[in-house]
């Protein structure tokens, strides 16, 4: 984040916590709040201490979600029944800016958009915004995309959840063909949509063996 936005002033604890005792000062003096969850975090009673503070306060929040299993990751739903019920509806209820965190290099950054935009939307000069269209010096989405090649995509209709994703990309990229046919034909690439319901079809292996 202080990469992003020179400048910005980030209050971290294991380094910037001089008096445990003066964790409500830290958030008072806070313009925006970002509490990352993880498992465990709802059980760290100084942890708790600054959520019930940053919300009596009324401070902007920012939640982020830990994706990794081996680093306290968890789905929202495992996260927020660690979380005291009384607290759940002003944390997971209200709207608040969410990303995930993955450790994945073009997802992190989409992640730290996410919170810069928050960040800065709290900041006087833009109070009067409801988004900003922040982009970083090289990412794709500020690049004209196109095939030098012909490229036709199929999404086999025997693979769930294939044919949605196709009809995004499609209104992504208007100019991708696209097939949902029942064979392949001429397509140049299969489109396989993984999740534990994928291989349920067994016409599926077939096709992705003959790709």
């Known amino acids: 984040l202080q990469q992003l936005l020179p400048g910005i002033k980030i209050f971290l604890d294991v380094d910037d916590l001089e008096d445990i005792g ?6 008072r003096r806070s313009q925006v709040i970002l509490f990352f969850l993880s498992k465990g975090y709802f059980r760290s009673k100084n942890c708790l201490r ?9 401070k902007p929040i920012v939640l982020v979600q ?9 789905t ?11 607290l759940q509806p002003d944390i997971f209820e209200k709207d608040w800016p969410l990303t995930i965190w993955y450790r994945i290099e073009e997802f992190q950054l989409v992640s730290l958009k996410i919170i810069a935009e928050a960040l800065l939307l709290c900041s006087p000069n833009y109070l009067d915004k409801t988004s900003l269209p922040l982009k970083v010096t090289g990412e794709l989405q500020i690049k004209a995309l196109g095939f030098s090649t012909f490229a036709k995509v ?7 959840g294939a044919k949605e994703l196709a009809e ?28 534990e319901h994928s291989f349920s079809d067994e016409r599926l292996a077939e096709q992705v063996t003959q790709a």
Do not use: F
């Open 66 to 74: 830990e994706a990794d299993p081996d680093k306290g990751g968890g």
């Open 154 to 160: 199929w999404a086999s209709p025997a693979n769930a």
């Open 168 to 195: 995004e990309l499609v209104t992504a990229y208007p100019s991708l063909n696209v097939s949902t046919a029942e064979e392949a034909g001429d397509a140049t690439h299969m489109l396989l949509y993984l999740n």
């Open 76 to 86: 929202l739903q495992a996260l927020r029944a660690e979380c005291p019920e009384d």
């Open 22 to 27: 003066a964790l409500e000062e830290y958030i």
């Open 50 to 58: 600054e959520i019930r503070s940053s919300l009596e306060m009324d």
